[in-house]
């Protein structure tokens, strides 16, 4: 039998931002102790995932192994890496590990789903570790945009690993710890095997800023701003909310807080203690009734989210709070790519309204991943033997190889699905995995080759056309077919009503149908749906998608 390897596994985030999964094996090829690190998910959007309430990733590979898997490693709270915990914990049934911060956020996701808190276990960050089969797995404090971010030190039989999760260099995050440059010189001091990092925001060349950089401008533009001042952020930059909130009470103004997420964040940073001296704050219904130059609204829906507090706001009104002319709105906050649409129709909902918005302005946001220049200086701090880059789109992940190859190191773009053996000096393909995405639709979990997504916009595309037919006991029609039609226009060239056309048409066709097409469903629905599909791209210039409907009468 071969000797035991360690593995590398990406599941989710390897070629795309969002839905991390990665799967660290060793042992016995086949055979491998597994740990899973991180289990998030990513959004739908109506041009591709129609109706789809959340994409997860899709996880039948280590379903099927779970009886290996020992345990799940969470980095931190944002969406993409813990939103699918509750989702899975069923079908993994592995204990998961966090920092307190992000246990509370996935405990409180848990409990929607009826699981157990104590699924969810804290853990104190370096030094302290834990083992999980043959992998000893510290939470290594690293800046980021939500608090407790950690990167993972994972001690393997074969040598080091260190997984970054997502991070950036910043000495003062004004929420969490600082980059500890000295903790990390002392992690990689005994040689790392493996370095598999962020990628996120590599082809940004210039220097990284810190969070604390945008409380003066902020503040000042509070100050200068005449009527009712709105912000928006993402919930879980803490950091940030309480930034602005700070600005708001600095320029003489009562903050409100608005959106479930909002005051879901905030007070999971004050139970857990990472979040102090947050100034108070009032109800929406206190702020309704003050001047609006005395208020400041700190809102969610920083990605043009339809159901969240900006979008309601530019609807007309939000726990009756409307915007006026004169009134400032800020995105303190980076439009994520496939988020513009969302983000521009908000924008223009309170320019109609007289609203001044700022957005895209950097004096007002600063990223939470690590720029080129902090990825250089990861890379010499830790001066891995290899590079393996994660968290990134294919492009981003092959810059970063360029780049670690730069430095000397070995880099090797691995996607999903991709197993990277990490044995000896240098890493290889083991084999490929199949992966793809789960969606939840609803209350249900469906498979993204299924089939019904792809229904779904077919219909949206083509339109819908229902068509009714009675055959009596001796194999003949009982009267003409008849059609119901949706998602399509009334009339057609013709100018006769397209539902005329069509039962026309499909009268014709059953006069002319043979015995032996009457007595066959199959091939009575198939010339069905012919004629139909002929007859709309004649009158409206569309194929409609076609139900057959076919009602047999018995002795």
């Excluded at 709270?77 to 204990?95: C, K, N, Q, T």
């Excluded at 699981?115 to 800046?143: C, N």
């Excluded at 001796?474 to 060239?493: C, S």
């Amino acid at each position: 039998m071969s000797s035991e390897r360690l593995i590398y596994l990406p599941l989710g985030g390897a070629g795309e931002i969002g839905m991390n999964a990665y799967v660290y094996g060793y042992g016995k090829p086949g055979k491998e102790r597994l740990i899973l690190v991180d289990l998030g998910l990513t959004f739908p959007d109506m041009d591709t995932t129609p109706g789809v309430d959340l994409i997860l990733p899709d996880i039948t590979w280590l379903a099927e192994r779970r009886d290996r898997l020992e345990a799940v490693f969470i980095t931190h709270a944002h969406e993409d890496h813990v939103g699918a915990v509750a989702h899975y914990y069923e079908r993994l049934g592995a204990p998961i590990h966090a920092r307190a911060f992000t246990a509370n956020i996935a405990r409180a996701k848990m409990a929607e789903y009826g699981h157990p808190d104590k699924a969810v276990r804290v853990v104190s960050p370096w030094p302290e570790t834990v083992t999980a089969g043959p992998f000893t797995v510290g939470f290594a404090p690293i800046s980021h945009s939500i608090p407790e971010s950690s990167g993972l030190v994972i001690d393997t039989p074969e040598g080091r690993l260190v997984h970054t999760g997502d991070f950036k260099i910043d000495l003062d995050p004004v929420v969490g710890e600082p980059f500890d440059r000295a903790m990390w010189e002392d992690i990689g001091a005994d040689g790392i095997k493996a370095l598999i990092c962020d990628s996120t925001n590599v082809l940004s060349d210039h220097a990284g800023r810190s969070e604390s950089s945008v409380g003066d401008p902020i503040t000042e533009l509070v100050e200068g701003s005449k009527g009712m001042v709105v912000a928006t952020t993402f919930a879980s930059n803490v950091a940030r909310v309480k930034t602005l909130a700070e600005a708001g009470i600095r320029a003489g103004r009562s903050v409100c807080l608005m959106g479930r997420a909002m005051n879901r964040m905030v007070e999971a940073g004050k139970e857990t203690g990472v979040l102090t001296g947050f100034p108070a704050t009032i109800p929406p219904e206190e702020a309704s009734k003050l001047p609006r130059e005395s208020v400041m609204l700190i809102v969610t829906g920083s990605q043009g989210e339809r159901r969240a507090a900006s979008a309601q706001l530019a609807n007309g009104k939000y726990n009756g709070i409307t915007m006026k002319e004169g009134d400032t709105f800020l995105f303190s906050s980076k439009t994520i790519p496939g988020n513009e649409r969302g983000v521009i129709r908000i924008i223009n909902q309170f320019s109609e309204q007289g609203v001044d918005v700022i957005e895209g302005d950097d004096r007002y946001h600063v990223s939470g991943h690590a720029n080129r220049p902090d990825l250089d200086a990861m890379h010499k701090i830790l001066k891995p033997q290899i590079l393996i880059p994660m968290h990134g789109e294919h492009r981003h992940l092959r810059e970063h190889v360029k780049l670690a190859k730069s430095n000397r190191i070995k880099g090797v773009v691995a996607v999903n699905g991709m197993m990277i053996d990490l044995g000896g000096n240098a890493p290889k393909v083991a084999e490929y995995v199949e992966t793809g995405r789960t969606y939840l639709d609803g209350t249900v979990k469906i498979g993204a080759m299924d089939g019904i997504v792809r229904d779904r916009i077919r219909m949206a595309l083509n339109g819908h056309v229902m068509i009714n037919v009675i055959i009596d006991e001796d194999d003949a029609p009982l009267g003409d077919p008849w059609v119901e039609i949706m998602g399509l226009p009334e009339t057609g060239r013709s100018r006769a009503p397209l539902v005329d056309v069509l039962e026309e048409d499909l009268a014709q066709f059953m006069g002319r149908a043979g015995d032996k097409t009457l007595a066959d469903d199959d091939k009575l629905e198939q010339g069905l749906r012919r004629v139909a599909r002929q007859s709309a791209q004649t009158e409206i210039g569309k194929r409609p998608e076609v139900t057959v409907v076919i009602s047999r009468l018995t002795e």
